[in-house]
């Protein structure tokens, strides 16, 4: 999992409560258990017409927001089924980190083990956030994890809490998998006391 340390870009504002798991990833886009090549579906019943041509509405095809790194959303990002596809292609997107008042519980799980920074604030801090992110490309987003920090185009800086263990292991880019590989040398060890002491498990 690449680390999570400083990140400055486009943010995309969402205005829309209750964006579910389904609406982020249709059902389509879930044959696959590979974790690349789902940016194209990402929340593809709104980028796209029933033709398949972009929706030039929607926020993510504009073109101040296409390599958006960002998105503002509102409230209950990510509720619905438990879909890990959803952040998988936010990642392949492009987006690393989303920002809302409240998330879904599994898929905020989701995110951090997957690379994806997700950020709750007052909802008087998303509204700042919203008026940022509606400047479009000439105004970025910079987001310090390690201070906790989202500093707007005009020097505005909002704090947010996390998890320290969570933040631990988005600095320090542990997955599931990276954090039993932290402790290798140890489960090695132990394999080899079992193996003298136990010969016959």
């Avoid at 205005?15 to 609406?23: E, L, P």
Wanted: proline fraction near 4%.
């Amino acid at each position: 999992m690449d680390k999570f340390t400083k990140l400055e870009g486009v943010a995309a504002p969402l205005k829309m409560i209750n964006v579910d798991t389904d609406m982020m990833i249709p059902k389509q886009y879930l044959k696959t258990i590979k974790r690349t090549g789902l940016g194209k579906g990402l929340f593809a019943e709104k980028r796209y017409k029933d033709d398949g041509s972009e929706n030039p509405d929607f926020v993510l095809n504009k073109p101040a927001y296409r390599n958006a790194k960002i998105i503002v959303a509102d409230d209950n990002f990510g509720c619905g089924s438990s879909r890990e596809h959803a952040p998988w292609a936010l990642l392949d997107f492009g987006i690393r980190c989303v920002i809302s008042t409240s998330f879904g519980d599994i898929f905020y799980n989701n995110c951090f083990k997957n690379g994806i920074l997700p950020i709750k604030v007052r909802p008087e801090d998303l509204e700042k956030l919203f008026d940022d992110a509606e400047r479009g490309a000439n105004a970025t987003l910079s987001i310090d994890l390690e201070a906790q920090e989202i500093r707007g185009p005009d020097g505005g800086v909002v704090h947010f809490e996390i998890d320290q263990f969570r933040k631990h292991c988005l600095l320090n880019g542990l997955d599931d998998v990276g954090l039993t590989m932290v402790k290798k040398d140890k489960i090695a060890s132990y394999e080899e006391r079992t193996k003298a002491t136990r010969p016959w498990a």
